[in-house]
């Protein structure tokens, strides 16, 4: 925490003078997408208008960050995990209209991804979907929906799939409590639990990103995990805009907007699917298609209505998450 | 032995008066400001809404989990700190001063590397939970692995807590004891143990107000399961993560009023130990 707020500071003391400075607050898993796609808008602002850009990039949690952000970090532009977050941006610090959200096109979200499972080599408890998971003799690896973004991505998935198969919520609730029932440890972030199941041999299947599980298979070990898609996902929008009082401030308005339409680009799709993040580009996915397993999508607004209100019925305190625990 | 000295005219230190207004205006900005911050924050809390936060089924688990694991390793690290600094003190053999200065490793490493070596170490993978699974022993994602973390974090406050008293009590004071014809069992509990008692209780003071605070070690090998391996700074965490500011600051207000309460015994059990110390 503390960590966060020093490299804060060092970043807000660095945009302050230099204008074509870019600060960048994003959530954990983006990192190593963000450094390739900076790169690329630089290079496309410099043959634009002839000017040098310097990005600042913030990572952690994507709740942390808008906390810094609403707390006073001056990003000119925020990546986050869920529009839950941004929205409180705009609710709580009045830093950006609350509807941000149709400001650019795809709900704001330039690339999505999914909720799979990464299970081990030969897929020892042979789990195909959603039903293997709520298995007696099964443990089920999630990170905390109370801490992390993510998880609460894997907890929406796992009762779309439920309401979709049994159609009533009583029996949606049946589901997910039996399958929190069999998940022994409950780290406080994805990355977390990917090294619980990863490195410490914990659980038979976990519930991960997309993009982290095919980091994951890829960095750490080919052939040692693979990815198990089931019948049915949420399809997760991690969700972009600018922050409207800051790039004012910083006069970054118009480069900050250039920067986030440059992610629906070409380019930047394809460096969205290079870093396992589906793009919204039909021919860029095509040309990747093979990487990114077959799986139904529901958005969360059909299920869900918005993130404001799943959050409350679920995560909030005295949600269903909490009496999931407290029987 | 002790000099009373009796102020005379003015006072003792020079530059009293610009010594204690810096005193007072560092303790204000560093301390006191941000405390008060916390209080002012929860002030916004009414009072029903206030125990409506801490009295949640979940949020009192975590007190027990916090404080019971807290209160079992400084016990733990009573015993076993009081035999470290004994055999430091009196015994001499080789490596006695690193391992002297290993004491203090606690304090140096920051406890998320701790608890993530603990983890990897005690998990069923790991070096030592794989010997411990046979044997049915869950030491990693259990309550067992909250207490190990801890005490690890608590073992110097005991330590140099009684280090210095037990140096202080001198051999010769044992000699004279035995020499009068008391047995070993007598002379540590008649005259040692009353010497180091006071030191003692600070060292658990301090390592358990320490350890009911830890965060970084504890997250990474509790499992942080609800209503059973939860702490209360992990509670704090998720209530931020909702944005929900005055119930994270209620939670920290409880932990901080605990705390306080314990540091505020212990200095009074230090200041006893020094008049003791004083007297003899």
């Known amino acids: 925490m503390q960590k966060h707020l020093t490299l804060g500071l060092i970043l807000l003391a660095s945009t302050a003078h230099a204008s074509t400075t870019l600060l960048n607050v994003s959530y954990d898993p983006t990192r190593e997408f963000y450094q390739e796609f900076n790169q690329a808008f630089a290079k496309h602002w410099k043959k634009q208008t ?18 810094a952000v609403i707390d006073g970090l001056e990003a000119d532009v925020v990546t986050l995990a869920l529009s ?10 009045k830093l950006l209209p609350e509807n941000w959200q149709s400001r650019l ?10 909720i799979v499972f990464l299970v081990r080599k030969g897929n020892p408890k042979n789990i195909k979907d959603w039903d293997d998971l709520v298995k007696p003799n099964v443990q089920v690896i999630t990170p905390n929906p109370k801490t992390s973004g993510g998880a609460r991505w894997n907890f929406l998935a796992a009762w779309g799939f439920a309401l979709k198969k049994y159609k009533t919520e009583d029996k949606a609730k049946d589901f997910v409590t039996r399958l929190f029932k069999n998940v022994p440890v409950l780290d406080s972030g994805a990355r977390g639990s990917t090294t619980t199941f990863v490195e410490r041999g914990i659980g038979d299947v976990l519930l991960a990103w997309e993009n982290e599980a095919l980091l994951a298979t890829r960095e750490l070990g080919e052939g040692k995990f693979q990815i198990v898609a089931p019948s049915l996902s949420i399809l997760a929008e991690p969700p972009v805009t600018w922050v409207d009082k800051n790039v004012q401030k910083h006069g970054t308005e118009k480069v900050a907007k250039a920067y986030l339409n440059y992610l629906y680009s070409q380019e930047g799709q394809e460096i969205a699917a290079k870093n396992y993040y589906r ?9 990747y298609e093979k990487q990114f397993p077959k799986v139904k999508l529901f958005t969360l607004q059909s299920v869900f209505g918005n993130w404001q209100s799943a959050q409350k019925k679920f995560f909030n305190d005295g949600g269903l998450f909490d009496q999931i625990y407290q029987k | 032995m002790l000099q009373v000295l009796k102020p005379s005219r003015g006072h003792i230190l020079p530059g009293y008066r610009l010594t204690l207004f810096y005193t007072l205006f560092y303790l204000l900005l560093i ?13 916004s809390l009414s009072w029903t ?13 975590s007190f027990r989990v916090t404080f019971g694991s807290a209160l079992v390793s400084a016990l733990i690290n009573v015993v076993f700190g009081l035999v470290t600094a004994w055999v430091l003190v009196r015994y001499s053999f080789p490596f006695k001063r690193p391992l002297d200065s290993l004491i203090d490793f606690p304090f140096a490493l920051p406890t998320a590397v701790a608890g993530i070596t603990l983890t990897s170490l005690l998990a069923p993978s790991g070096w030592v939970g794989q010997h411990l699974e046979p044997l049915g022993i869950k030491a990693a994602y259990s309550p067992l692995g909250i207490v190990l973390a801890l005490t690890f974090i ?18 010769e004071v044992e000699e004279a004891a035995e020499s009068l014809g008391a047995s070993r069992g007598q002379v540590f509990l008649r005259v ?17 107000a320490r350890t009911v605070g830890e965060y970084g070690s504890v997250i990474f090998i509790s499992g942080n399961m609800p209503m059973k391996t939860e702490i209360v700074p992990l509670l704090i965490v998720g209530k931020l993560e909702q944005f929900d500011y005055t119930a994270a600051t209620a939670l920290a207000v409880v932990m901080l009023v605990v705390s306080f309460v314990l540091l505020l015994l212990s200095n009074h059990l230090q200041s006893l130990a020094n008049r003791r110390l004083g007297t003899s």
Not at chain 1, 58 to 63: K, T, Y
Not at chain 1, 105 to 114: I, L, R, V
Not at chain 1, 279 to 287: D, M, Y
């Open chain 1, 50 to 67: 002839g000017q040098d850009l310097t990005f600042n990039q913030s990572h952690a949690g994507s709740g942390a960050q808008a906390r």
């Open chain 1, 84 to 93: 839950y977050d941004i929205d409180s941006i705009a609710e709580k610090a």
């Open chain 1, 105 to 114: 096109a795809y709900n704001s979200s330039p690339y999505t991804s999914t």
């Open chain 1, 279 to 287: 793009p919204r580009s039909k021919n860029i996915l095509a040309k």
């Open chain 2, 31 to 43: 301390v006191l400001i941000p405390l008060g911050g916390l209080f002012v924050k929860t002030a």
């Open chain 2, 49 to 61: 809404a206030f125990w409506e936060v801490i009295l949640t089924p979940r949020v009192l688990a």
């Open chain 2, 154 to 171: 608590g073992l110097p406050f005991v330590v140099r807590s009684v280090q210095p008293v037990l140096e202080a009590v001198g051999k």
């Open chain 2, 192 to 208: 040692i143990l009353p010497e180091i008692l006071p030191a003692l209780l600070t060292g658990f003071t301090l390592a358990f």
